[in-house]
């Protein structure tokens, strides 16, 4: 009978691994950086969003859920006209990188979502999610955590840096935001697919002034992957990431130019 042995092992880079120590017999180690072949047939690092796109086999249960998030989707009662999908994240990760490094760290169902997403021709983007109290259930999508140097009063100047930093409004009860009178406009319903986790968060702090006394106060943004789908038989008619992007700015210019309107007339009334 053959000695057990192993011939190879592939480990992604963010794997904890060990090796034990040999007790008998030998061990020769070979170590490869493993890379992929362009069309030239130069050899290069794949970009940091596509590694994921790039995998050296399928994944256990990706053409389940592939097929299965196909045929939902092809169901014209699932979100008729469309919507926000939010996936909670199942796995940990490195909470010093970049959102943008961790697309090509993306593991296990985590990775399935997000390929098969892609596969299908959406967006899935990866956003830090802020729930934040107030009058409404609500919060907002950004992809840098927060600096609250500034010392927010509330939860409405907590929004409104998270706009200036590019975030995007969200809330779990889109009527109930429309009716209301609240600055921002457009808001995105999220339909959390699965759960949100918070084994990813990145928390900021700042200090807070209740009635004279100061207190630290914390912020929490989890890590979370976002799927945008168009209405039923034009799934593929989605907002992308730029479009928001562009809809949000008009929404802030006219703030701004209604703020000023207000300021100006405030001004004029004092002068008389």
């Known amino acids: ?59 256990a249960n990706e053409r389940a859920f592939h097929d299965a998030f196909s045929a939902l989707l092809e169901n014209p009662e699932f979100l008729p006209e469309g919507g926000t999908l ?12 970049k959102l943008s ?36 259930p609500e919060g907002g999508l950004v992809q840098y955590p927060l600096d609250l140097d500034c010392s927010p009063r509330d939860s409405f100047d907590i929004l409104r840096l998270l706009r200036s930093e590019g975030g995007i409004i969200v809330c779990k009860h889109l009527e109930w935001h429309r009716a209301s009178l609240h600055f921002q406009a457009k808001p995105e319903k999220i339909e959390w697919a699965t759960p949100m986790t918070t084994f990813n968060s990145r928390q900021s702090q700042y200090a807070a002034n209740n009635s004279g006394e100061l207190s630290l106060e914390t912020v929490s943004g989890d890590i979370c992957l976002v799927v945008r789908i168009g209405k039923a038989s034009e ?8 479009q928001l992007e562009k809809e949000w700015k008009v929404v802030d210019d006219e703030i701004q130019l209604a703020s000023n309107v207000r300021d100006e007339i405030s001004s004029r009334s004092l002068a008389r």
Request: hydrophobic fraction near 40%; include cysteine.
């Open 1 to 59: 009978m053959d000695a057990p042995s192993i011939d190879y092992v592939v480990l992604l880079k963010d794997v904890e691994h060990e090796v034990t120590p040999i007790i008998s017999g030998h061990r020769v180690t070979l170590t490869y950086d493993l890379y992929t072949e362009v069309d030239d047939g130069g050899a290069l690092l794949v970009p940091a969003n596509d590694q994921i796109l790039d995998p050296f086999c399928p994944l």
């Open 86 to 97: 939010g996936f909670g994240l199942r796995h940990v990760y490195p909470n010093d990188e």
């Open 101 to 136: 490094d961790i697309y090509a760290m993306l593991k296990g169902i985590d990775a399935v979502v997000y390929r098969s997403a892609r596969a299908l021709g959406f967006e899935p983007v990866l956003y830090l999610y802020y729930e934040l109290d107030g009058d409404l």
């Open 235 to 242: 799934r593929l008619t989605y907002p992308t990431v730029a």
